[in-house]
């Protein structure tokens, strides 16, 4: 069993920044990736970023070049940094985990609201 736990989440204007972070415990060696989907009401849950063990990332159209995913080995964590952030990123964004048999684990969830 994968635990993770997420932190960040939050209420920011149009155009600020927010930061997510998650982190992993358990059974953890045998990690392949890890990343962040979101859910927006009546919409559904699609890949915003992912980091690979390799380093190797990926990233949804809408979010390339105002988001950037960082994995911390020693600690590990990932974190999602969302720059110039627009009212269609409102969403619960939810950490994933997935190690090398395809097994997924997903956090809680944390909310996410763009709004002035």
């Known amino acids: 069993q994968v635990q993770l736990v997420e932190s960040g989440g939050g209420v920011v204007q149009p155009g600020g920044s927010l930061r997510l972070s998650c982190v992993a415990s358990?059974?953890?060696?045998?990690?392949?990736?890890m990343g962040w989907y979101r859910q927006a009401p009546g919409k559904e849950r699609e890949l915003v970023a992912s980091?690979?063990?390799?380093?190797?990332?990926d990233f949804a159209d809408s979010v390339k070049g105002r988001f950037t995913i960082s994995r911390d080995n020693a600690k590990n964590k990932v974190d999602l940094q969302m720059n110039s952030l627009k009212p269609d990123d409102t969403a619960v964004y939810y950490c994933?985990?997935?190690?090398?048999?395809?097994?997924?684990?997903w956090g809680q969830g944390t909310q996410v609201t763009v709004s002035s």
């Open positions: 358990g059974s953890i060696s045998n990690f392949y990736s």
């Open positions: 994933h985990f997935q190690n090398i048999w395809g097994t997924v684990y």
């Open positions: 980091i690979t063990r390799t380093a190797s990332t």
